[in-house]
């Protein structure tokens, strides 16, 4: 299985190396290379699956690791580990990237970096598949840097557009505040338990190793993390912005993936989250599901009411994992992959077309607005059919995979409200419901405007057709598999997955954090468990259907008049078109503040640092000289003081030497008289 | 006159009256003239030594072999004078300072 895992994770990053370097001579630009690379994977991953499913025990798990880093007493290992969680977001994570990569053959067809598109697509399933099989959470944080670099470079790809490039960076910045949780929180980790690997850090946690006030600020600061790349408020602001990226990006990074990795994170971690942390997780999680649902409602692009969509339903997610719902956050993390990823390459055949038509009659302008759309479903019946299922999916109506998940979140979600004390609690189950009603209307909305009715342009219409069957394949394939059939297994029944493969395999890990360690705990005992399910049920396809059939009622039948009702509500209309102002609100306080502080610091680099910088020079010039005048006036002085005086001596000594030899034999004589004179005396 | 001392009185006056001649006199030929006695001296000192305090006749051999010496040094530096002559007709050696500076 670890061998498996090995090449199912590398052959990316082969096809990735042979894309960047030699992608533009290889024969069609080199798609195959990388399409290969993910279809082996997915066929690998099949395998795993496969076997996963055949073996059928919760407890299954292979763990491999060899040691990375030992110098003295600092050991970091490196492994691989393997369980059904991460099999099964495996399975999801390269269904998904294949069909995106097979469907980026017709998207991107003609561009003119068509083969650095698929080496930035294989990097990425690299790195994702990396995220999730690493075990420990260092080798998780580099793979999660890079999906995110990964991810700057696809939302930049048509980096020649300002809009395109600021949003690469903006989603790189807003990142980075998360990281900067998460690798506080890793080093509290590592600080305290001296290890990046989960297992031991579910050891030490249930040893008490870490307690109290430390684990939950150190779950809260890993969650910071996952806040940042799973676009929870207060940092959702970058994924309606990296919508700028070509669509199968927004499809499978921003949709499926990516933004689900904060979620797979927070998975894996969920034992060692403590009652506080839980609260925090469940309510950031519960708010961002509804906010982000209340700003897709007015919505003019199609992909950003599917961008607010994805941050709802990640919040969705967030909310599960914090109420404790842990097996129904992560199943509708795999649902939601399957029928968002569907509806993003939906969005993509619809742009791809009216990008087509408006090329063919020269009309500049967003071919993404809704507001030039109407009456597509006779042009593109199979976009539409499919982009129906994976709205039904999204709006959690039964029969369809969405709906077991949502419904499962839902339930849960009630049960820990129930499960309290405190009545306060009973916030999150309402925004989860207000979110599931708000989620079926702007589907609707959507799936209304854009394909029944009048067309808007005729002028546009005229050209709009089906996108070609490499397009429409990967549409077929996500919204079989939107079905409820493949996650009720081997239950068919369509309103329930207790009974599912799922539900067998993929069982909460035991909470690390214990009431021997004086932690408050979760507890939802099961009959309250049980009957907020059913009643969970029933409550969120009755809202499901009220969505609906409010949004049929506005802009299908016209019973309602929207301009009039709009008009009514017209502060909150607005403070939902412009979302809530954040951005603005952003732009005047922390870009402006951000500024402000750098235009202080640079003046005090300019004054202060080069003043202390130019003194420190100046001295320097002075002492020199000085130094100068005493190397010149004292030192030469006296070296020459000596050579004057030798050579003084030697002119005075010259003289002596006569050149005449009786002088000299006059010398030696006189010489030799003394000495006789001096030995006798 | 069977004793040392007369003979080293006289070697002392002769060697003196040699070293003198060779300091004071300006013509070479006189200087030449003052190495004689010089050596002349020495050999009275050599015989004298070798009749009183040797009683053989290493000294006498000395003493030839420094006549003999004395002719040849004698006869080169007579050719060295003479050429000289001609070349600067002149053999004060006070003259001969073309080394100098």
């Not at chain 1, 919760?58 to 059904?84: E, Q, R």
């Not at chain 1, 684990?215 to 890993?222: D, E, F, P, V, Y």
């Not at chain 1, 969405?402 to 339930?411: N, Q």
């Not at chain 1, 969120?540 to 259907?545: D, G, K, T, V």
């Amino acid at each position: 299985m670890i061998t498996l895992a090995l090449y199912i994770w590398l052959v990316p990053l082969l096809a990735f190396g042979i894309q960047i370097f030699f992608g533009k001579r290889l024969p069609r630009k080199g798609d195959w290379v990388s399409v290969g690379a993910i279809g082996i994977s997915f066929f690998l991953t099949l395998i795993m699956f496969v076997r996963m499913l055949l073996n059928y025990s919760p407890d299954y798990a292979v763990h491999a690791s060899v040691p990375w880093i030992n110098v003295g007493t600092f050991k970091i290992a490196m492994g691989i580990y393997l369980d059904n969680l991460a099999i099964t977001m495996a399975m999801a994570v390269t269904t998904v990237s294949f069909v995106v990569h097979i469907y980026s053959i017709g998207y991107m067809e003609g561009d003119p970096r068509y083969s650095r598109f698929f080496a930035y697509l294989s990097l990425f399933s690299f790195s994702m598949l990396g995220l999730i099989f690493f075990d420990n959470l260092f080798g998780i944080f580099m793979m999660w840097e890079l999906v995110g670099l990964c991810s700057y470079l696809l939302i930049g790809f048509y980096f020649e557009k300002k809009s395109a490039s600021d949003a690469g960076k903006k989603a790189f910045i807003t990142n980075r505040v998360g990281d900067w949780g998460f690798l506080i929180g890793l080093l509290i980790v590592f600080t305290t338990l001296g290890t990046f690997t989960i297992t031991d850090i579910h050891t030490l946690v249930a040893q008490g190793k870490l307690t109290g006030g430390l684990l939950t600020a150190a779950g809260i600061l890993l969650f910071a993390g996952a806040v940042g790349k799973s676009a929870q408020f207060p940092l959702h602001v970058w994924l309606p912005d990296a919508m700028e990226g070509p669509t199968p990006v927004s499809a499978l990074i921003h949709a499926a993936t990516m933004v689900a990795a904060g979620v797979y994170l927070m998975a894996r971690i969920s034992f060692m989250l403590s009652f506080d942390a839980m609260l925090v997780v469940a309510y950031i999680g519960g708010f961002t599901a509804f906010f982000a649902a209340t700003i897709a409602i007015t919505q003019n692009d199609i992909k950003r009411v599917l961008a607010y969509s994805t941050i709802s339903q990640l919040g969705y997610m967030i909310m599960a994992i914090g109420v404790g719902a842990y097996q129904a956050g992560f199943f509708h993390l795999v649902t939601h992959a399957m029928f968002k990823a569907g509806l993003f390459l939906g969005s993509g055949s619809v742009i791809h077309a009216m990008h087509h038509a408006m090329h063919k009659t020269g009309v500049e302008e967003d071919p993404n607005d809704i507001r030039l759309m109407g009456g597509f479903r006779h042009k593109m019946p199979i976009t539409y059919y499919t982009f129906l299922i994976f709205s039904l999916a999204l709006s959690g109506i039964p029969f369809f995979s969405g709906f077991l998940s949502k419904d499962a979140i839902l339930g849960g979600t009630l049960a820990f409200a129930m499960a309290q004390s405190n009545p306060i609690h009973y916030l999150l189950p309402t925004f989860g419901f207000l979110a599931a009603i708000i989620t079926a209307f702007y589907m609707f909305r959507l799936i209304i405007k854009t394909f029944f009715g009048e067309p808007k342009r005729p002028d546009l219409y005229e050209h709009i057709h089906e996108s070609p069957k490499v397009m429409t394949g990967p549409l077929i394939t996500l919204a079989t598999l939107s079905i409820w059939i493949f996650f009720t297994l081997p239950s068919i029944s369509p309103f329930g997955s207790e009974n599912s493969w799922y539900y067998h395999l993929v069982k909460k890990p035991e909470s690390a954090v214990s009431v021997q360690l004086g932690h408050p705990v979760l507890e939802i005992p099961e009959h309250i468990e049980h009957s907020a399910h059913v009643n969970g049920m029933m409550i969120s396809i009755i809202f499901a259907l009220t969505g609906i059939l409010l949004a049929y009622m506005f802009y299908y039948w016209k019973k309602w008049d929207v301009e009039a009702f709009t008009n009514k509500i017209r502060p909150l209309y607005d403070l939902s078109y412009h979302k809530y102002y954040i951005d603005e609100i952003y732009n005047a306080t922390l870009v402006r503040g951000l500024l402000l502080w750098n235009n202080i610091l640079a003046w005090f680099d300019a004054h202060i640092i080069d003043g202390l910088v130019n003194g420190a020079a100046f001295v320097t010039r002075h002492v020199s000289r000085l130094s100068g005048i005493f190397d010149l006036g004292f030192v030469d002085g006296l070296v020459n003081a000596v050579a004057d005086l030798t050579r003084d001596t030697g002119q005075l000594l010259r003289k002596v030497q006569t050149g005449q030899l009786q002088f000299y034999i006059f010398g030696a004589l006189a010489g030799l008289v003394l000495i006789i004179i001096g030995t006798l005396m | 006159m069977n004793t040392l001392m007369p003979y080293l009185i006289i070697g002392a006056i002769v060697f003196t009256l040699g070293i003198f001649t060779i300091i004071y006199k300006k013509n070479a030929v006189g200087i030449l003239m003052g190495v004689e006695l010089v050596l002349n001296s020495v050999n009275i000192n050599f015989i004298a030594f070798a009749k009183f305090v040797d009683k053989g006749i290493n000294g006498q051999v000395v003493a030839i072999f420094i006549i003999i010496l004395a002719a040849a040094e004698a006869a080169i530096a007579l050719a060295i004078i003479l050429n000289i002559y001609r070349t600067k007709a002149t053999v004060d050696v006070t003259e001969l300072n073309e080394m100098k500076n």
